[in-house]
């Protein structure tokens, strides 16, 4: 009824689904890199073309061998990694400071869309088998790729129908943050501020949290606490779709508040940390001490994810506060030191549940998962902060001075005076 099926195990499953986040390790810095040089745009095409085409050839790789199935997620990880780096390189581009927290909403709906995409192969396998499902979901992501090719930017100055208010509007909204000018990162001065530091910190805990709670948490319920249910896809979707729906009142919230000047920027993510980091740390220690009750651990994966809607005005934000420049590049560092969850939570749980999968086991994890969120905050409220850099203009500043240099160089005469030559003159002028 489905197609044909393959006798992988569950060593091989594992195996296949970790190919793609392991082709996003090496590529989310450099796709930062290449969208801030090349602009961003050309970034997410390349991106989205590339992996719908590798998508297709999937039923054809699944005939021949596992290892080549592992090797197209692994490219599509690859190529994929690349989108978000460089989307966060054209909003610092293109959206003005008080606006961007629904904009960087709008990026949460990638755990949303894989819930709605699940649903969508559900109806599309039962109904044609699953090779089907790689086809269809490869023209939608076409379909997108010629969409945006035709319609997107990578600058308001290059956009052919925006009116002329609306670029004014928003070049003086972001104002001389953004460099004209192709510059490099900064790696020293970046590798050395410990706001940044302190970031990358919050955005590996709230990575570790929707990896933890969105995946592992609906497995707790099922698998040791038993909670009868015909499908665990219901319980999977309930906190992305809480997520999803409490962030843009976060984002719009946190915008309010910047524009009309009610807090300052380094106060609005500050206490947003408590929010995004510490409300899920606080639901996760309510579900140690649920016990065997189902429906207060689901409740709970529901109102951690709710609060960590409010990410959009921390982690995922704060690097555009600190060096929109490199916001892509920031991103994409970002983004490799919070794929790390992905590797390191298995084994982990993995270890702890080897002899007996029961509550205390779980427990356990639920307390590691605490620290991590609860650490994040107290280190962002110490250090953290939402001043921008000076390292966000410092080789801005080098091209300057260098351009400053020729510029007096260009003003010296070409043809030297001295002295014989102004005696001789005069003699021959009298």
């Not at 919230?253 to 009610?262: L, S």
Request: charged share 15%; aromatic share 14%; glycine share 8%.
């Amino acid at each position: 009824m489905y197609g044909e099926r393959f006798e992988w195990n569950q060593h091989v499953q594992g195996f296949l689904l970790s190919g793609y986040f392991y082709g996003v390790l090496p590529a989310s810095v450099p796709a930062g890199l290449l969208a801030e040089k090349y602009g961003g745009s050309k970034v997410v095409a390349f991106a989205t073309l590339i992996p719908a085409i590798l998508n297709l050839l999937m039923p054809w790789a699944s005939d021949i061998h596992y290892g080549v199935v592992f090797a197209l997620r692994f490219l599509m990880g690859f190529f994929g990694a690349a989108i978000y780096p460089a989307l966060h390189a054209m909003i610092a581009r293109w959206v003005p400071p008080s606006e961007k927290g629904i904009f960087v909403w709008t990026m949460q709906g990638g755990p949303f869309g894989t819930v709605v995409t699940f649903t969508l192969c559900g109806q599309i396998i039962s109904a044609f088998g699953w090779k089907a499902a790689y086809y269809v979901t490869s023209g939608l992501i076409l379909i997108f790729y010629v969409l945006w090719i035709f319609l997107i930017y990578d600058t308001p100055d290059i956009h052919p129908k925006i009116t002329k208010n609306e670029k004014d509007y928003i070049k003086e909204q972001i104002g001389t943050t953004i460099s004209k000018q192709k510059v490099k990162l900064p790696v020293r001065a970046v590798a050395t501020s410990a706001p940044f530091i302190v970031l990358l910190w919050a955005h590996f805990a709230n990575m570790w949290g929707i990896y933890f709670i969105a995946t592992n948490g609906p497995k707790y319920t099922l698998e040791v606490l038993g909670f009868n249910m015909k499908s665990g896809g219901s319980i999977t979707g309930l906190p992305y779709v809480a997520r999803l729906g409490a962030g843009i009142l976060f984002a719009a919230a946190g915008d309010y508040v910047r524009r009309k000047n009610i807090l300052t920027l380094n106060w609005i993510r500050k206490i947003f940390m408590l929010f995004s980091h510490m409300g899920p740390a606080l639901a996760l220690i309510v579900m140690t001490y649920a016990g065997c009750d189902a429906i207060t651990a689901i409740i709970m994966l529901i109102v951690a994810l709710t609060f960590n809607g409010a990410a959009c005005q921390t982690s995922l934000q704060n690097h555009q506060d600190l060096a929109p420049n490199y916001a892509g590049s920031l991103y994409g560092i970002m983004n490799t030191f919070g794929s790390f969850p992905g590797f390191i939570i298995p084994p982990i749980i993995g270890a702890l549940t080897n002899e007996r999968n029961g509550v205390e086991e779980w427990r356990i994890m639920f307390w590691i998962s605490t620290a991590v969120f609860t650490s994040a905050t107290v280190l962002f409220w110490f250090f953290g902060s939402a001043d921008i850099q000076p390292w966000n203009d410092l080789n801005q500043q080098k091209v300057s001075t260098i351009s400053d240099e020729e510029t007096q160089m260009n003003s010296i005469p070409t043809t030297k005076s001295y002295p014989e030559q102004e005696d001789d003159e005069s003699k021959v002028s009298l």
